[in-house]
């Protein structure tokens, strides 16, 4: 809720239902996970996330605003997850399409300790995806030490290339120019031009978001000049 550039982001009205049911309902949509946990902070800020969680009937841990890993330490102990996905609560258009394909690599025996879909990008910023072992995640909160990779959760693993094995999930088309992740308030303008034109929000394949953006190429220029916040 604390955002920077845009406060209260992930409960802020995308068709008529919070950016964060959208998250939550389009990762349900993948079939890929035994369960979704948010993980948001202590602060009394991120109360109405608490609350909102509950009503989702998510598990809700919360830690401290600073240090995510160790948030999502705790949130992989209480699941007693082998398996850990990060998706953020700031990407309503996650395709589950793309989850799924990535929960299949995820099969034993692992031939990777963190697979990821935002380091050798392909895919539009909003679809980003890292999946780790608990192993690996144990170790990062364990070891790291710098906010960096305390607040970043994975920067640690990607710090020690040969240490933790890095796989890499692409797609043939380079679709990195296109920007669906909620930040700003040039974002939410054109993720609730693509919201309210869907029939059906929970159906949009990352093919139908693009579909709609070249037959209304002004919705580009919308977020087209905001940059990313360095990480």
């Known amino acids: 809720m604390g955002s920077t550039r845009l406060p209260g982001k992930v409960l802020m009205p995308l068709a008529g239902r919070p950016a964060l049911d959208w998250v939550v309902a389009r990762a349900q949509a993948s079939n890929a996970f035994a369960e979704i946990v948010l993980a948001t902070t202590t602060d009394p800020g991120d109360t109405a996330l608490l609350a909102h969680g509950q009503r989702l009937g998510l598990r809700v841990v919360r830690g401290s605003q600073d240090d995510v890993l160790d948030r999502y330490r705790q949130a992989a102990a209480e699941s007693n997850a082998d398996i850990v996905t990060r998706v953020t ?56 030490r710098d906010a960096a990779e305390r607040e970043h959760v994975t920067v640690f693993l990607y710090r ?21 992740t909620l930040d700003t308030p040039e974002d939410y303008a054109l993720l609730s031009r693509i919201f309210e034109a869907a029939s059906d929000p929970l159906a949009l394949s990352q093919e139908d978001v693009l579909a709609m953006l ?18």
């Not at 793309?98 to 963190?114: E, G, N, S, W, Y």
């Not at 580009?220 to 360095?230: D, F, M, W």
Request: hydrophobic content about 40%.
């Open 160 to 180: 020690r290339p040969t240490r933790f094995r890095i796989a890499h999930f692409t797609q043939a088309a380079d679709r990195t120019s296109d920007r669906w």
């Open 89 to 144: 609560s700031d990407c309503p258009l996650i395709d589950p399409s793309v989850l799924a394909a990535m929960a299949a690599r995820c099969q034993p025996p692992l031939a990777f300790d963190i697979l990821t879909n935002a380091v050798q990008r392909t895919f539009p910023r909003g679809l980003d995806t890292e999946m780790f072992t608990r192993e690996a995640l144990e170790t990062a909160a364990a070891q790291a």
């Open 214 to 231: 070249d037959a209304n190429p002004s919705w580009r220029t919308l977020n087209a000049h905001i940059e990313q916040k360095k990480t």
